[in-house]
């Protein structure tokens, strides 16, 4: 009955494009390649429903272009996209929206870990499968979602603690007091939550690292930047920023030098970043403001697609599914790793 349903919605838009119900200027990219497809007779669309965290970062934009060349006419998908504003009540109401428009699947990037019990109940109930991607739940019952496709974020934190032991001991500063400050991410996010345990666990081995304060700059370059600007007035000698993404780090690096500090190999405060999606962050370490930055993969939509490939198929997937991710510093060939790199 879905796919009926579907067909003959789909096609009813079809009709009304075709009649011009447009008007003029560009049509969105999706319903103009569906055109093309359903005269090609294509028979069923797989109808997903998408509710993204937002557009706040860097990595977010490659995270959404990534979910919309997937989910594409051609591939056999018939995309609906919402973008929740960073905000969990815009993202339950996307997807009340779907279990409405009874979409064959719901893709979810919970803004936060909590609160999404009643609405993967009400997705279940009407027999609607649920992938997280990217940022994970915590639920009564794992049962709600089928599976979680995304980083390990707690990974993530450690490396970036494991980069910073590795460098102080390199430049001879391992028994130094080293004081840090954290730009955390948004609050209570499986990205924040993540990076900030994995990071402790290697703080907590060196009783010569002080930890001075954590507070969240929301994954904006905006709030970084002044959160950056308080931290930097509150205490003198900070000697390492931990910032949880690279828009709070463009962010910090501003406030750095607009208070007359310098920062990165080049300057007197060490910055670890995470994210390494944008130009702009391999441009920060070539321009030696920034250390190392911990890559955090936005192309999950190819592992997405995957899945609900197979679960067309009826074969059974993996609950959790890591992507790959890398450390980079500005002591390496940048400009070769950009070379090979999809994003
Ligand atoms: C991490 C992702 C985070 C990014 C931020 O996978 O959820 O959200 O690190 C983004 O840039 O805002
Ligand atoms: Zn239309």
Not at 86 to 100: H, W
Not at 136 to 144: A, G, H, P, R
Not at 162 to 190: A, H, M
């Amino acid at each position: 009955m879905k796919k009926l349903k579907w067909k003959l919605l789909l096609s009813f838009l079809l009709v009304l494009s075709l009649a011009g119900c447009h008007g003029q200027g560009e049509r969105p990219r999706d319903e103009r390649l569906y055109e093309d497809d359903v005269t090609s007779e294509r028979e069923d669309y797989i109808v997903v429903g998408f509710a993204q965290v937002g557009s706040e970062s860097d990595y977010r934009i490659a995270n959404s272009a990534s979910f919309r060349e997937t989910f594409c006419a051609e591939n056999g998908y018939y995309l609906l996209f919402e973008d929740g504003q960073q905000k969990q009540e815009n993202q339950i109401k996307a997807m009340r929206n779907f279990i409405l428009q009874e979409v064959d699947y719901i893709v979810l990037d919970p803004v936060v870990e909590t609160g999404w019990d009643e609405v993967l109940q009400e997705a279940k109930a009407a027999g609607i499968p649920v992938i997280l991607s990217d940022r994970s739940v915590t639920v009564e019952d794992e049962d709600l979602y089928t599976c979680w496709v995304g980083s390990d974020f707690e990974e993530e934190g450690k490396k970036a603690g494991l980069w910073l032991e590795n460098y102080l001991e390199k430049t001879g500063r391992d028994e130094d007091e080293i004081r840090l400050v954290t730009l955390q991410g948004t609050p209570g996010s499986s990205a924040q939550i993540g990076r900030t345990a994995g990071f402790s666990q290697i703080l907590g081995r060196h009783p010569n690292w002080q930890m001075l304060e954590c507070a969240s700059g929301d994954f904006t370059q905006s709030k970084g930047q002044e959160v950056m600007a308080r931290f930097l007035k509150s205490y003198h000698d900070i000697d390492v920023v931990i910032s949880e993404n690279d828009n709070m780090t463009f962010g910090a690096i501003e406030a750095i030098e607009q208070a007359g500090r310098t920062c990165g190999p080049k300057g007197d405060i060490i910055v670890i970043s995470f994210d390494a999606v944008s130009e702009a962050s391999f441009a920060a370490m070539k321009e030696g403001k920034l250390h190392a930055d911990m890559e955090c993969n936005p192309l999950l939509a190819p592992m997405v697609d995957e899945i609900i490939r197979k679960l067309e198929r009826g074969e059974s997937v993996e609950k959790i599914q890591y992507v790959e991710e890398r450390c980079f510093d500005a002591f390496m060939d940048l400009d070769a790793i950009q070379e090979e790199r999809k994003y």
